[in-house]
């Protein structure tokens, strides 16, 4: 992944990692019980689940699932629909005028794809989604992904490289990247 970092497991950064995600999912399981009308408390833990004030105009459906928090920021007008999660621990910036659709997941976290690493660090990369962005329904968008302005991700693609600006992708793919090397 573009602009991977990493951080060791067992170490005060990951247990400082562990316990917001405890907080956070918490807060989202407060937020997702509420009664869908009580739009004051779910403004209340939506500024919580996210360390701070995000925009009046943000729309998030509940039910909705977060790991972190911290790490995402939103532009003006975003509409965030049913079912969607958020991994945001290497950071989730949402452009002004991005809908994204039911079921969408945008993970920024991960592990390294060596075997004999995998258990040793957690591995993370931003996602940007640029301003008039549609994201559609049950779309995955990988770790140090760019979605350009004004571009259409279809429903159900798997987005694993950058977006140029004003397009339209869809679909998914298995294509081997490379050999790994066999810890046995």
């Known amino acids: ?3 991977e970092q990493r951080i060791p497991t067992r170490t005060p950064e990951s247990r400082a990692f ?3 995600v405890n907080v956070v999912m918490s807060l989202t399981a407060q937020l997702n019980a509420l009664p869908y009308e009580d739009l004051e408390q779910r403004r209340s833990l939506i500024t919580r689940i996210f360390g701070g004030d995000v925009p009046e105009s943000l729309s998030i459906l ?9 790490g995402a920021s939103f532009g003006e007008r975003v509409f965030i629909n049913q079912g969607c999660y958020f991994l945001d621990l290497g950071g989730i910036t949402i452009g002004d005028r991005v809908l994204i659709g039911p079921r969408v997941t945008l993970s920024t976290a991960g592990h390294p794809v060596e075997p004999a690493e995998r258990f040793d660090f957690l591995t993370h990369a931003p996602i940007v989604i640029e301003d008039d962005v549609w994201i559609g329904a049950g779309a995955t968008i990988t770790p ?3 979605v350009g302005r004004g571009s259409v991700v279809g429903a159900g693609a798997v987005v694993a490289a950058d977006v140029p600006p004003m397009c339209v992708v869809t679909g998914t793919s298995v294509v081997v990247r490379k050999e790994l090397s066999d810890p046995v």
């Open 1 to 3: 992944m573009r602009n």
């Open 18 to 20: 562990a316990e917001r």
């Open 62 to 70: 509940p039910p909705f699932h977060c790991d972190y928090g911290l």
């Open 144 to 146: 140090g992904v760019t």
